[in-house]
């Protein structure tokens, strides 16, 4: 892997409290001083698109976010992306053939305690290494394609599509 | 990937804090707790073979760790293991040619703030279900054939090896 | 100090994510979690009276604090609450001259990373068991008096009023 | 509370891993690091005396200590001390009348999950500006008399003394 491509989007993987609201919104993508503070072996970009909680990802930003990868030269992409819209967005994606792209995120803030964040970046992170050209999904430590999973919002967890 | 064994050997993945003795000692795998918390959507168990530090592992040690995969059913094996001999270890085991065994520990002990634990374990346990048969480390974010890296114990961190 | 009674009353330092709701709230009082975990050397009772924001506690939310807290034996009693009105409510128990009361909040979640929620329990205990019967303020590793302390917002910090 | 002198010494709480010693020694003194990042109103300097696990500690040390705060001009003082000898040396600073001396540390490192300095400091700092001149100790949530407090070593936490 020459140099991996990060894409964030926001999501609750980069939702973090602003006292001074009174609120709790997406702020600063977070994988990149977790990647430096973790002193990863490999080369990464990234490339800070949007900033939204995935139920309010549009169309037009999913073709945007398709785009801004065609227009890359890695070969291998991780997306951080909210988890209520993310198997839309990979799909999306799938029209992207000649890349690995994983799509990842996490149901708790990498700020809080007890996150899911660090595990699903390295879920992912070994994972686009390791797959073949095409576009999969991180999340819950299993790697998924995109026709095959979905998230059990009331579960709060992805499991598989039937 | 239908279930994956997971075999714990020590390391200072697994050090804790045992204030009665003034001294800081390999403890209970972390592993099994970590992935519980997590949530991960797959089955798994933990068999911990052994409990040392990797300084002290030897040759009878290792072959113990190989027969006890080797004895197993399962074709997806994830190995936690001290990082001053993890690529002996994984050299030893390179012989199973049948399943995908992927090494991982820490470098800082899972129960320390800022630890790499859970990022590893990610690490490991997106490579193992991504990857054909064969034996991998998984440590600062890439995977490596255990030909080809090696421990740089001064600068703490795995590199390639020439 | 025989007994401490602690009144929780919500405030930021007891909110956490919930994911079903993509929202953050007011959850569960976090003090005695925290107050066991530690292991630490006083009894100590909760009572969980009002689960609010405190920009949204009413003067008569103050007045049922001030009664329960009357209705106590205790004469060591420590509240949590938000930061945003914790002077307001200081101030209307200020009526109660017979027991020393220290009210202390959190300006990050006790759920955060980085939190100030422990420490800031920790200066209020200290304080609770050393101070003479009175109201008090602990925030920011001060103890204040309440006609002498606000919160200045935009710093988010408290400091010292004219 | 003019200025708040902090002494430390060593001991648990400062305990960190060397990876490349494969141990776990005391490092630097983490209290200014957790005092900065609390953002606390009151200032402070740091006077990192000697930096050893209390077992270790000498009346030498304990000589040294006392004459370094005597020495200064704050009338606050917090000393950071390991847990297996604090009350011997408390009892030698009890020489010391001047000034509100109070003795903390703690039963897990400062680094660890879970430990109990960050609290432990917060009821050091709540009691040092709140208690008339003296010498205490500020473990398990509790600020002790030198004289009535001991360390219960196999419960590994500290209890009145008969």
Redesign the interface.
């Given at each position: 892997?020459e140099q991996l491509c990060i894409v964030t989007t926001g999501g609750?993987i980069d939702?973090i409290?602003f006292?001074?609201k009174?609120?709790?919104q997406v702020g600063e993508p977070q994988i990149g001083r977790?990647?430096e503070?973790?002193?990863?072996?490999?080369r990464y970009s990234v490339i800070p698109i949007i900033r939204k909680?995935s139920?309010h990802i549009t169309d037009e930003d999913r073709e945007l976010i398709r785009a801004t990868i065609a227009a890359q030269d890695a070969r291998h992409v991780l997306v951080t992306h909210g988890?209520?819209s993310m198997v839309q967005t990979a799909q999306v994606l799938s029209t992207l053939t000649d890349r690995t792209i994983v799509l990842t995120g996490a149901?708790?803030?990498a700020?809080?305690?007890?996150s899911?964040a660090?595990?699903?970046?390295?879920?992912?992170?070994?994972?686009?290494?390791?797959?073949p050209p095409g576009v999969y999904i991180?999340?819950?430590?299993?790697?998924w394609h995109p026709a095959k999973v979905r998230k059990n919002?009331?579960a709060?967890?992805?499991?598989a599509a039937d």
């Open positions: 892997m609750t939702k409290y006292d001074d009174s609120d709790f977790i990647l503070e973790l002193g990863v072996a490999f909680d139920l988890t209520d149901l708790n803030p700020r809080f305690r007890g899911d660090e595990f699903n970046i390295g879920t992912a992170v070994g994972a686009v290494q390791s797959l991180a999340m819950n430590g299993r790697v919002v009331a709060n967890r992805f499991e």
